[in-house]
Every structure is written in structure tokens, then in C-alpha cells.
């Protein structure tokens, strides 16, 4: 009895994926990446104050997470290149950590995955895949199986690849929907990181 025990205890560990963590870009590699051209990168804190969240959740159909989201702003002799937000999204057990690069018009340029820690389906990194969101705005649904084609046997990921984009384009849309939000900003250099994202500045809080 006990050594059938153990053996069925045997099973179980090895059929339960061990955790696993494969990063692939850092805060700022990413963001070097995504702005190789912008003489910096600053961020601002988009605090989700009561009318906010509720205008984020009427528009995202369901509660973000978080209570503030970090967007950051690449810019050029004062200017705005071009944004880009990172976040997390849950994929079948672990969160994927996303980066998406959107332009001053808040159409999404690049994506690509961070750090992904499931073990298996980062068939997601896969240029094919990462590439139909790119044209895309806030205004687009991106609806897997319908505005977006999933990966086979990446399906989870794929919806969650699409859900952290989404919310990405809708962030920066609100950010940017106030041209005094970003006008007013004193810029500075790409020195130190907010918690939890590598290296990136510390910014002012906008609440809306």
C-alpha cells in the first residue's frame, strides 16, 4: 500500500509542470528597442481614480487590476515619439509580461513578450502572431478567433496576448485624450525605475 502510494505521489509531481521563467528583454532593453532614436523616455502614473476606472471598465468589459498603471513616454526635443506600456496578464497558471509600443496617434506598433513563464505555449513570440496587432488602436476589439487568429496549442496565451493589448491601446488612449496632459509634462532622463519594471524614471501622477 505505501509503496503504491508513493509511486501514485510520483506521478502526480511529474505531471504538474514544474514553474519555469524565461525573460527576454528588461525594462530597458525593451524600451531601447522600441525608441532607438528618442533622445528619452519618461513615464507618467495614470491613477485610476472612481471615474476612470469606471469609463476603463465600461470600455474594457471587465475591472483592471490595478489601481494605477505605469505608461511610458519616449520623446524627442520635447516632442512625443511614441508610447509604451508594460504589463502583466495571466496566461494558463502564470502572468506573461507584455510590452506594447503605440505611436502619437495610439496605433499599436510592436508587441513583444517579456518574460514568460509558463512551459509551454511562448509560441505566442512568434513574429507571425505579435504581428497582426500591429494598425491596430483602442477602438479595435481584438477579439481572438475573429479580429485575431490564435496560435494552435497557444490558445490561452494568444487570448492573453490580445487582453494586454487591448488594455495597453485603451490606457493610452486615455492618457492622451486630454492634449494638456502630456504638454505640461517636465521631462527627464531614463535613470531610475518604478517598482517592479526595471529602469525607468520616476514620473508625475496624472488622475482623471
Known amino acids: 500500500m505505501a509503496l503504491a502510494l508513493l509511486c501514485q505521489s510520483g506521478r502526480t509531481r511529474a505531471e504538474t509542470p514544474a514553474p519555469t521563467e524565461t525573460s527576454y528583454f528588461s525594462t530597458r532593453a525593451v524600451l531601447a528597442a522600441f525608441f532607438p532614436k528618442s533622445e528619452r523616455v519618461t513615464y507618467r502614473t495614470l491613477v485610476l481614480d472612481p471615474p476612470l476606472r469606471a469609463r476603463l471598465r465600461q470600455r474594457l468589459g471587465y475591472a483592471p487590476a490595478r489601481d494605477r498603471y505605469t505608461i511610458f513616454v519616449a520623446q524627442t526635443q520635447g516632442k512625443a515619439d511614441g508610447y509604451a506600456v508594460i504589463d502583466d496578464e495571466v496566461g494558463l497558471h502564470q502572468p506573461i509580461t507584455f510590452a506594447t509600443r503605440l505611436s502619437t496617434r495610439g496605433i499599436i506598433e510592436r508587441v513583444e513578450i517579456m518574460v514568460y513563464r509558463e512551459p509551454r505555449g511562448d ?16 477602438q479595435a476589439p481584438l477579439r481572438l478567433d475573429r479580429d485575431i487568429d490564435a496560435v494552435s496549442g497557444a490558445t490561452i496565451s494568444s487570448a492573453s496576448t490580445a487582453v494586454a493589448v487591448r488594455r495597453a491601446a485603451v490606457l493610452v488612449d486615455e492618457l492622451t485624450a486630454e492634449a494638456s496632459t502630456l504638454a505640461s509634462t517636465a521631462n527627464a532622463p531614463l535613470t531610475a525605475a518604478p517598482a517592479g519594471l526595471g529602469a525607468t524614471p520616476r514620473r508625475t501622477t496624472v488622475s482623471r
Open 123 to 138: 509560441e505566442v513570440r512568434d513574429a507571425r502572431f505579435r504581428k497582426q496587432f500591429e494598425g491596430k488602436t483602442a
